[in-house]
Structure formats: structure tokens, C-alpha cells
């Protein structure tokens, strides 16, 4: 059979090509992969709840109580053998995607790895980690519980808010004011159709790109095999078999915090009502709740008689786009004209290593300014740790880079 197979597609050639491709050996090489096998567990999941969820949020009467038909289909997917397991899975999946995806930043970011030649796959992977945010939001919105109800509409008072643009941004966004009677199945198409797509594409365009330029290796390896080659294991059989077992651990992790880590309590909170529950948001974007906190209620720049830039604008949009975008070119501050190909020590990068580390300490300092009414500390407090705490954080880092050079 595989002769037969061999002649009319040349399996043999594929296998030289492609199958014995070099992979080097790293232990964080493994976030990319989880956040990989992370998505593709939220589709499997995600598929299984297609099958019995409602995207309307038209009204129905269910033993003399009126609920969403979304709402009520959620209660019937946590009654089914698997359902409320299979539910808690796809929502850990899609947190644990993202911190996958962070810790792999982290990793290319604090090696070099996102230098020339690699500024275009940095660049994916922020398009990529931008998709997975959108994909948490819009599916927070589906259960169309009190909760779920408050959370999205803070986001779209936010885009909303945004001058001349706001209103028809959020208007087509959310297909109407929200909750319209159009908006949910608007966001169930971006969370099950449009977004998984985007997904899908850019994450083979980020693992092409990978495969064209090769993988970065330690240093170390090039004093072995040379500059040009990647001392490593094949894809097939060894990095199939490791791809594998990371799979089925990964897997396994989610079983287990599902098991252990219950998500909100659609039956808690209820329908939507006119009473608002206390709302915040998911950990990944806790910073920016954070940023909205400390912008004070009096920075209201007016623009016109019927636009201004209000603190909901400045911390909601303008300051996150801001950071974000300085991440994104953070491979463009590096005048380099050599290709690197290796896993760079920090010690070469004091700098650029210092001002990871002080962006690190500032988003944690932000999380925590979005509990700052529950840990009780003044919002001034707050304030004075956003700015001295990252310069710390810099000053510290450059000279424990440093002092080895010093002595």
C-alpha cells in the first residue's frame, strides 16, 4: 500500500522535505505549541456546543419564567452528561491560549528572537494575540446572562465613546445599540465563524513564515552544526511524538482546572435585568480597566460642540493603543544589519531586557489598580506605583545586567 501510495504522490520526497525537518530542543519552545494546541481544543469544544446552543435573544417562557433563548440553551448544555465539563474546558482553553501566547512573546521577545529577520512574524503574532483577545471578548458575550450582558456593553460604551467614529464603530460592530435584538447573533458569527477563520490563517501564516527562516537555537548549537544549520531532532518521529504527549497534557491541565475552577454561575447571576452586577473584566484585560481607573474625571477634552475626548477615550483606547503599538515595533527601535539566528543572551540587550521587565511590572501594577476599591488603597497610591514601580523595575534589571561587566 505505501508503494502504491509512494508512486502517485511521491510520499517519499515528502518525507525528505518536510517530515525530516529539524527541530531544536528548548523547553520554552513548548508555550507556542500550547497556545496552538489550545485553539485547536476550544474548536473541538466549540463545535460540541454548536450543537445544542442558541444564538437569539429573543424572549421565551420556560415554566412561567421569561429568559433568553440563548440563556436557556446554556442551561441546557450544563444539564447534558458532558456539557457543563465540555463548557468549562473551551473557556480555560481560551484563557489558557492567550497566557500561552503571552509566555511565547515573552520568550522571543527576551531572547532576540524578534529581530531581523523576524520583524514580520513578530508582527503576525501581535495580529495573532489582537484575534485571541477579540475571540475571549466576543464569546463572554454568549451566554447572555446578567453578567455576560453588563461586560460586553461596557465595551461597547467604550468604543461608543470614541469622538466622530464611536458611534458608527460600535453601531456596526455590535449590529445596533447594545443588546439589540441583532446584536448576538452578530457576535456569534465573529466568534464562531469569522475569528476561528483569522485564527486558522494566521496562525499558518506565523508557523510558514517559521518554517522559511527556521527556528532561533541557543548559541551554543552553532559552535556544533555551524551557522546555517539547526542542531535538533526530526520532526518525525521524535517532535511528533513530544508534540503528542504536550497535547494530551495539555488536555489534561484543562480537565482539571475545569473540574477544579468552575466558571461563573450562569444560574447565579440570571437573565439580563435592569439591576447592573459588579463587573470586571478577565484577567487579559484587566490592565486596561486598570488605565480607565486612573485617568482622572476631569481630563475631558473637548474637540467640538458635540465631541470630546473623554477619560473613557484616553484609557480605554488611546493609552492601550499606544502601548501596544510600541510593543509591536519594539523590532524596528534595533539598528541591526546582521541576521539573528540564535537565542541571544540578556546580557547583550541590557536595555531593551530592562524595558521588558519595567512593561511587565507596569501591566501587574495596572491588574492590580483594577481591585483597588476591594484592596483598598487610594487611588493617588495607585497612581504614584504606575510610575515609580516599571522605573524601578528598569533601574534594577540594567544594573543586575550590568554589574558583570562592571567587575
Known amino acids: 500500500m505505501y508503494r502504491w501510495l509512494d508512486e502517485r504522490l511521491n510520499l517519499e520526497r515528502f518525507k525528505k522535505k518536510y517530515l525530516s525537518k529539524v527541530f531544536p530542543v528548548h ?10 494546541f489550545s485553539f485547536v481544543i476550544l474548536v473541538l469544544t466549540g463545535i460540541y456546543l454548536l ?15 421569561k429568559m433568553p433563548a440563548s440563556y436557556y440553551s446554556i442551561l441546557l448544555i450544563n444539564k447534558q452528561p458532558l456539557g457543563l465539563i465540555i463548557r468549562y474546558v473551551h473557556h480555560w482553553a481560551a484563557h489558557l491560549m492567550i497566557a500561552a501566547l503571552i509566555l511565547h512573546m515573552a520568550r522571543v521577545f527576551f531572547t532576540g528572537s524578534f529581530k531581523k529577520p523576524r520583524e514580520i512574524n513578530w508582527l ?26 453588563v461586560a460586553t456593553g461596557i465595551g461597547y460604551e467604550i468604543a461608543n465613546s470614541i469622538p466622530y467614529v464611536g458611534n458608527a464603530i460600535a453601531n456596526f460592530f455590535f449590529n445596533g445599540h447594545f443588546p439589540a435584538s441583532g446584536s448576538l447573533p452578530r457576535l456569534f458569527m465573529y466568534h464562531v465563524v469569522l475569528l476561528p477563520a483569522l485564527l486558522s490563517a494566521t496562525i499558518g501564516l506565523h508557523m510558514l513564515i517559521m518554517i522559511k527562516q527556521k527556528h532561533t537555537q541557543p548559541a551554543k548549537n552553532k559552535e556544533i552544526v555551524g551557522p546555517d544549520k539547526i542542531l535538533g531532532i526530526p520532526l518525525y518521529p521524535q517532535q511528533i511524538s513530544l ?25 447565579y447571576f440570571g437573565p439580563p435585568t435592569l439591576q447592573t452586577p459588579m463587573v470586571k473584566p478577565d484577567w487579559y484585560l484587566l490592565w486596561i480597566y486598570g488605565i480607565i481607573k486612573l485617568i482622572p474625571g476631569s481630563w475631558n477634552i473637548p474637540l467640538s460642540a458635540t465631541a470630546s475626548i473623554d477619560p473613557e477615550v484616553i484609557g480605554g483606547v488611546i493609552a492601550p493603543g499606544i502601548i501596544l503599538t510600541i510593543i509591536a515595533l519594539a523590532p524596528f527601535f534595533y539598528k541591526n544589519d546582521e541576521f539573528v ?26 491588574s492590580f489598580t483594577g481591585y483597588q476599591a ?31 561587566f562592571r567587575s
Do not use: Q
Open 27 to 36: 523547553p520554552t519552545f513548548f508555550f507556542g505549541e500550547i497556545a496552538l
Open 51 to 65: 450543537f445544542s446552543y442558541v444564538p437569539s435573544s429573543e424572549i421565551v417562557t420556560v415554566g412561567g419564567k
Open 124 to 149: 503576525v503574532g501581535m495580529i495573532l494575540f489582537t484575534l485571541a483577545i477579540l475571540a475571549g471578548f466576543t464569546g463572554y458575550s454568549l451566554p447572555f446572562d446578567a453578567l455576560s450582558v
Open 243 to 267: 508534540m503528542l504527549f504536550v497535547f494530551l497534557s495539555t488536555t489534561a491541565l484543562l480537565f482539571f482546572m475545569a473540574s477544579l475552577l468552575p466558571v461563573h454561575n450562569v444560574e
Open 341 to 366: 539566528n540564535h537565542l541571544e543572551p540578556v546580557s547583550k540587550r541590557p536595555i531593551g531586557t530592562s524595558l521588558g521587565v519595567a512593561f511587565i511590572v507596569l501591566f501587574i501594577v495596572l
Open 374 to 404: 476591594e484592596l483598598n488603597i487610594p487611588i493617588w497610591v495607585c497612581r504614584i506605583y504606575t510610575v515609580v514601580l516599571p522605573i524601578i523595575a528598569f533601574v534594577i534589571t540594567y544594573l543586575i545586567i550590568k554589574k558583570p
